[in-house]
């Protein structure tokens, strides 16, 4: 997830059950041309493992080369192929989720990468662009196998509805009866309960969480514990979910390379995941905003008050 799977969501996420993560995002064009921000997103570790990546872009050859540029750069278990951010500025190169839109360049995508690479080709799919048309959800994704894909994962979602709607189970369920290949289900999966729904819904092999672990990283072992034994999980107690705060900000502190403003400000960003739907939020959230320095901001955590709201 761009601006969120950095390295210190990625090790406070696997401390708490991840099996999988994924580096941010990455473009096609800066991965090939060596930008300097890549370099950032690239920052892992021995222990940051099994990773994988996924590649934005619409040219087929610039998605090859970069891709064995950065094969050439980290370790990783697996590429995907991002056809699914509804983001404008993506969409108007013809890349993400314009890709629906356009199964012949995506095979052809797909085609060029998976015959190349010595690591299997994935690809991040929506249900569709405009409306909802399982058929075509289907045929998209049939595509994708077609062409050498080895997994597919699909975000229930239509572009147009972007992060928000209802998820649509059941066009993932008929990808996932035609398709050779695992498919995995994405959309909505904030606990153990609508983890086990996406599963039991679809029939699907796998699962991705997104905005389920943001300020909530014990949502992995929650899953995992409820697919084992049928138990859900209880948050953490609030002095348990300010350590994992702690941890997961010292990890910001000691592996983000950013500028000191910018990166105080991320961490008032992570700092706000963790406080969501905690008893004046608001009020913490605009003094969070004023703060300058990393020790104030874990001053402030330790003298706010954390309480569930009346
Ligand atoms: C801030 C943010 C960044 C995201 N970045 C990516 C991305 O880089 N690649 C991707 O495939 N999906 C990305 N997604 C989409 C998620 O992977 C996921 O498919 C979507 O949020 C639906 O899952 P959820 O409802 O469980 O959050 C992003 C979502 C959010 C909210």
Redesign the pocket.
Known sequence: ????TDLAFRLISRRLGATHCFF??LDSKATLYGHPKNSRLLKTLKEDSPLAA?LVGGDPSVMLDAAEKLLSLVNISFLDI?S??PAKKILKKGAGASLLKNTARLGKIIKKMASKLPIPVTV?LRTGFNKRDIRECVRGAKICEANGASVVFM?G?TTRQG?SGDIDYESIKATKVALKIPVFG?????NEILAKKMLDETGCDGI?????ALGNPWIFKNIESYLKNGKAGKAPALSLKKKILKVHLAYVEKYKDMREANKIGFMGKVTMWYFKGLYNAAKIRKRICKVRSYKELIDLIDTVKWSLPA
Do not use: D, P, T
Not at 186 to 190: A, D, K, L, R
Not at 208 to 212: F, H, I, Q
């Open positions: 997830m761009s601006g969120v941010e995002m996924q991002n699914a951010c991040k975000h979602r992060y994405s959309g909505n999966i904030f991705l969480v997104a905005r389920g």
